[in-house]
């Protein structure tokens, strides 16, 4: 495959250049946020609905998975 | 996308683990609506326009400036698995920003066991004394842009066996995995579960064995040669050749050495993009929502008004 300015160096291919900066990949490691161990931190945010959701209220002394991801737009 | 619909598909998997499931993003709540409606989606859908939530965790990729409208503002992504006193047990955050973790990664760490499902691609080998199975595991097993799967191989052994983990003295058989597959498929380093010291008093030597059902996992992902966002899938399927090298032995005999070849045909799945010109119309899988209107207003978010 070659390696033009639309291909990283893992292979993948996109629409964008590398160069862009929502294509940058951290040369190192990067925030990973709280870690193993810590309180999840609180937050109340509306979900799709337009419920208020406080998290640690919501999940009711259950487990949870937190996920944050880019978008759902694009 | 391909994420949040993988995590809606596995929504049963979470309810049985007794693990709620929330999702964080930067969109408007209108934009989560619609895309919620257009997949299906049952698990709450949180919006942070401001990305406050996503500072305030300091996940916000900082590689993206300010004036790169619309996508300043967007987290790191990755995934936080918590107890139930909210507790953070584990956390997901691939190296790659285009990886995603599959959803039974983090089911799995939260049961401990990796639980195969009866829909992921597999193959069998070995005999009665240890039966060896290789499998995709994680999203019924396709290849998709963007998860990464986890190739694993159990070792059944019948009770009284086990198998070594390194180092081994020499003249004894390691167990030893390696996955190929075609072009555009990443394999990662083994990921192995500890060991038990098995100590030989008369040598004064101390082994490192696996007993029981033991499972090794290599990740997988597939780059864009084999699933691109520009172009659809040249190849509906993959096949991962998987080479197990082991021996076992109880507590006074070995078994002789054996090199298993497994192969693992598995489906690859085309690019699952939102429904914006500049990527659709090229053979992927298109989601149904308008992203334009909600990209526009997004867009807009950004600029003074």
């Known amino acids: 495959m070659s390696r033009d300015e639309y291909t990283d160096e893992f292979g993948f291919v996109a629409p964008l250049k590398t160069t862009s ?54 | 996308m391909t994420q949040l619909g993988e995590l809606q598909d596995a929504l049963s998997k979470f309810r049985a683990a007794g693990i709620k499931l929330y999702a964080v993003s930067y969109d408007a709540p209108e934009a989560l609506a619609a895309f919620a409606a257009a997949r299906g989606i049952e698990f709450p859908l949180l919006s942070d326009p ?62 401990g066991a990796i639980l195969m499902g009866d829909d992921e691609p597999r193959a069998r080998g070995g005999d009665d004394a240890v039966r060896v199975t290789a499998f995709l595991h994680g999203g019924g097993g396709v290849l998709k842009s963007g998860p990464v799967r986890r190739l694993v191989v159990r070792f059944e052994l019948r009770e009284g066996l086990h198998i070594y983990g390194e180092p081994v003295p020499e003249g004894m058989v390691a167990t030893s995995i390696t996955v190929q597959g075609p072009d555009g498929l990443h394999v990662e380093a083994p990921v192995l579960p500890p060991t038990q010291p098995l100590v030989l008093a008369g040598l004064g030597v101390t082994l490192q064995v696996w007993s029981g ?93």
């Open chain 2, 50 to 111: 401001d990305s406050a939530v996503i500072r305030a965790f300091g996940i916000l990729n900082t590689l993206i400036q300010p004036e790169d409208i619309p996508f300043y503002g967007i987290p790191y992504p990755g995934t936080y698995l918590v107890d139930e006193a909210g507790i953070i047990r584990d956390k997901f955050f691939p190296r790659h920003l285009a990886n995603r973790s599959s959803a039974e990664t983090v089911i799995d760490s939260a049961l």
């Open chain 2, 213 to 305: 059902t033991v499972d090794l996992v290599v990740p997988v992902w597939a780059d864009s040669r084999l699933v691109c966002v520009t172009r659809p899938v040249d190849v509906p399927s993959a096949t991962l050749d998987v080479t197990v090298r082991y021996q076992a032995c109880d507590d006074t005999t070995c078994l002789i050495p054996r090199t298993e070849r497994l192969h693992v045909t598995v489906p690859v799945e085309a690019h699952d993009v939102p429904n914006i010109d500049l990527l659709a119309k090229n053979g992927q899988k298109v989601t149904s929502m308008d992203s334009m209107t909600h990209l526009d207003t997004l867009v807009r978010r950004f600029l003074p008004s």
């Open chain 1, 21 to 74: 900066n929502q294509r940058r990949i951290p040369d190192e490691g990067f925030s990973t946020g709280p870690e193993i161990g810590q309180r999840l931190p609180d937050f109340t945010l509306s979900d799709q609905r337009g419920r208020s959701i406080d998290l640690h209220a919501d999940r009711a002394d259950a487990k949870a998975a937190v996920v944050f991801f880019r978008s759902a737009v694009w």
